[in-house]
C-alpha cells in the first residue's frame, strides 16, 4: 500500500508540472506589433554608397584626435563606441575642458533617424560629421582649410582618401571627410533580441519582458516611440501635456525662430537606451524609471506607478543590441610628418 501511495503522489507530481509548464505565458498582441520593424544590416544611403575602403578610412578619422584644435578630441571622445555610443556625462567636455549644452546622442543605429542632433539642424550622419570639427567649444577647428592641412601632411591619409574616393583629382576635401566617417557610422548596427522577437521568435523575450512590452503600448509610448529605431522618426514638443520644468534650452525654435518649434526636439530612439543615461537633451535625469515615469507625466498625463515603470523598463532592457565588436576596434593611425600641424592650446 505505501509502495502504491508513493506512485500515486509522484504521478500527481509530474501530473501538476506537466499541467504547470503547458500554462501559457504573456502574450502580445501580434496586430500591435506592426508599427514595429527589424534592424537593417546597414543603413543604406544612395548619396554616399558604403565601400570597404570608406569605412575603413571613416574608422580612422572617428577616431584620429589630431582633428580637434587642441589635438585631445575625437568623435570618440563623445560617442566612445565602447560605451555604446556616448560618454554617459549629461554634456561633454570639448576643447580646453569646455561644456557643450546638449547630452551626446549615440551613433549607433543614428544614421537610420530621419535627422540628427535634438533640434535636427543636419538632415545626415554625413552632415552631422562636419558640426564638431568646426565648433568652438568641440573639436574647435578654426575652418575647413585647417582639417584638410592636417590631412595631407600624412601620405597614409591622402593614399587612404584616394583608394575611397577613386577617380577624384583631389579627393581629400572636407565633404569627403564627412562621407567616409558616414559611412563607417551607416554600418555601427546593434541588433538585439527584440529583432527576433519581431521576426516570430516569441521565446526571444522573458514574460517579464513582454508585460513590460505590453505596459509599454498600454501607456501610449508607442505613439512617439516606434519603427525601426523604436523613435527617431519624428519630432515632438517635450511638455506636450504639461510643462517641463526646464524650458531654457528653445529645442528645434533655435533652427527655424518658427514659434511652434519651441521646446520640440527630435524624439530619440530607444535602442540601446539601458546604456545611454544620463537622458534627455540636457542629461537631466539619472534613471531610466524616472525618465519613464516623467515621459508618462508630461507627454500622457498619465502618472505610473513605481511597479508600472519598473515593468516598461525591464521590457527597454531588451532592446540593448551587441556591440559589433571587431567592427569597432581602434585602428592604427597614419604616423604624424613634420609637415603635421602641432598642437592649438591657445
Known amino acids: 500500500m505505501r509502495r502504491r501511495a508513493t506512485l500515486l503522489l509522484c504521478a500527481f507530481l509530474m501530473l501538476g508540472a506537466a499541467c504547470t509548464s503547458r500554462r501559457p505565458g504573456v502574450e502580445v498582441d501580434s496586430a500591435k506589433l506592426g508599427i514595429f520593424k527589424a534592424l537593417p544590416p546597414v543603413m543604406d544611403s544612395a548619396a554616399n554608397p558604403i565601400t570597404e575602403e570608406k569605412v575603413a578610412l571613416g574608422r580612422m578619422l572617428y577616431y584620429d584626435a589630431r582633428l580637434s584644435k587642441g589635438q585631445d578630441v575625437s568623435c570618440n571622445s563623445c560617442h566612445d563606441l565602447n560605451k555604446y555610443g556616448v560618454d554617459n556625462q549629461p554634456v561633454s567636455d570639448g576643447d580646453k575642458g569646455q561644456k557643450g549644452t546638449r547630452n551626446s546622442n549615440t551613433v549607433y543605429n543614428a544614421a537610420g533617424n530621419f535627422v540628427q542632433f535634438w533640434d535636427g539642424r543636419a538632415p545626415t550622419v554625413e552632415e552631422q560629421a562636419k558640426g564638431p570639427l568646426l565648433n568652438p567649444v568641440e573639436m574647435a577647428m578654426p575652418d575647413q582649410k585647417k582639417v584638410l592641412a592636417v590631412l595631407n601632411s600624412m601620405p597614409e591619409y591622402v593614399e587612404a582618401f584616394q583608394k575611397a574616393f577613386p577617380g577624384e583629382k583631389?579627393?581629400?576635401?572636407f565633404d569627403n571627410l564627412a562621407k567616409a566617417i558616414g559611412a563607417f557610422e551607416r554600418k555601427l548596427v546593434t541588433v538585439s533580441r527584440w529583432d527576433k522577437f519581431l521576426g516570430g521568435d516569441q521565446a526571444a523575450l522573458s514574460d517579464q519582458e513582454k508585460a513590460g512590452l505590453n505596459k509599454f503600448l498600454d501607456a501610449g509610448c508607442q505613439n512617439c516611440h516606434n519603427g525601426v529605431y523604436v523613435g527617431g522618426s519624428m519630432f515632438q514638443k517635450l511638455g506636450l501635456a504639461r510643462p517641463w520644468d526646464n524650458a531654457n534650452d528653445p529645442g528645434r525654435f533655435s533652427v527655424t525662430k518658427q514659434e511652434a518649434d519651441r521646446m520640440v526636439f527630435k524624439v530619440p530612439g530607444l535602442r540601446n537606451v539601458e546604456k545611454t543615461a544620463p537622458y534627455f537633451h540636457d542629461g537631466s535625469i539619472a534613471t531610466l524609471e524616472e525618465a519613464v515615469s516623467k515621459m508618462?507625466?508630461?507627454?500622457?498625463?498619465?502618472?505610473?506607478?513605481?511597479?508600472?515603470?519598473?515593468?516598461?523598463?525591464?521590457?527597454?532592457?531588451?532592446l540593448t543590441g551587441e556591440l559589433p565588436t571587431d567592427y569597432i576596434k581602434e585602428p592604427p593611425l597614419p604616423k604624424s610628418t613634420a609637415q603635421t600641424p602641432k598642437p592649438d592650446k591657445a
Open 170 to 173: 583631389h579627393p581629400v576635401t
Open 296 to 318: 508618462a507625466d508630461h507627454q500622457l498625463a498619465r502618472t505610473l506607478s513605481k511597479e508600472e515603470a519598473g515593468s516598461i523598463v525591464t521590457f527597454l532592457k531588451a
